[in-house]
């Protein structure tokens, strides 16, 4: 999948306990994007980055914090997990005019 | 703000039969149009894309979509269906200037023998 992989690809955590995932990327690509995917509503974005150090929020940011420290790794932390946060994550990377090449994505149920 | 309205959120269809998955987006600028597909338990492959140029353009696996300017239309086709197509088929348009996709909520297409 384009040289994407999302760690860990399932994880189950109590509602108020921290969780981050992670992206890593072998292909150097500038953009970096976390969806989350729920019924009914699609692929939402929630934050992306355009370099290192470089992230914007997308539209269902609240509850959700990114970090990119390296080209590499874009990481995504839910500070204190709560049950509308079950979802299936995906990581998404681009470079110029290129689609968007997803990752095969995180389940994560927060009980 | 760019917006997709995937008009079916299921659709059956038998084996060997023609399919078609619709799609409508919103928007006041130009756009990049995309078709992508999902098999279980899956990330998302892209099916096809539209970018410019030629306003029928053709994908994997057979499928092909009709950019149509007038009614805001990016309808994606298949002439004869099988059973390894049944997955959920997701539309998106682009979305700003750093690239990011907006995307409908899906059409889960269902094929039977």
């Known amino acids: 999948d384009a040289g994407i992989t999302q760690s860990p690809r399932h994880k189950v955590t109590e509602t108020g306990t921290p969780v981050t995932l992670r992206c890593h990327q072998t292909?150097?690509?500038?953009?970096m994007y976390w969806y989350r995917q729920d019924p009914g509503h699609g692929l939402r974005l929630i934050h992306y980055?355009?370099?290192?150090?470089?992230?914007d929020k997308g539209e269902v940011s609240d509850g959700y914090s990114v970090s990119r420290s390296k080209t590499e790794d874009f990481l995504l932390t839910l500070e204190s997990a709560t049950s509308s946060q079950t979802s299936v994550y995906f990581c998404?990377?681009?470079?110029?005019?290129?689609?968007?090449?997803f990752g095969n994505g995180t389940r994560l149920t927060v009980t | 703000a760019q917006s997709v309205t995937q008009l079916d959120s299921q659709v059956p269809v038998f084996e060997e039969a023609p399919v078609e998955l619709r799609c409508n987006y919103s928007?006041?600028?130009?756009?990049?149009l995309f078709w992508y597909v999902q098999y279980p338990n899956q990330g998302l492959q892209l099916l096809l894309k539209?970018?410019?140029?030629?306003?029928l353009v053709k994908g994997i696996n057979g499928f092909e979509a009709e950019f149509n300017k007038s009614q805001t239309s990016f309808h994606l086709r298949k002439p004869s269906v099988h059973i390894s197509d049944t997955a959920e088929y997701f539309c998106?348009?682009?979305?700003?200037?750093?690239?990011?996709?907006?995307f409908g909520k899906g059409t889960k297409l269902s094929v039977k023998p």
């Open positions: 998404a990377i681009r470079e110029g005019n290129s689609p968007l090449h």
């Open positions: 292909e150097n690509h500038r953009y």
């Open positions: 980055s355009y370099g290192v150090k470089d992230t």
């Open positions: 928007s006041s600028v130009s756009v990049y």
């Open positions: 539209y970018l410019s140029g030629s306003t």
């Open positions: 998106a348009v682009s979305g700003g200037s750093q690239g990011n996709l907006i």
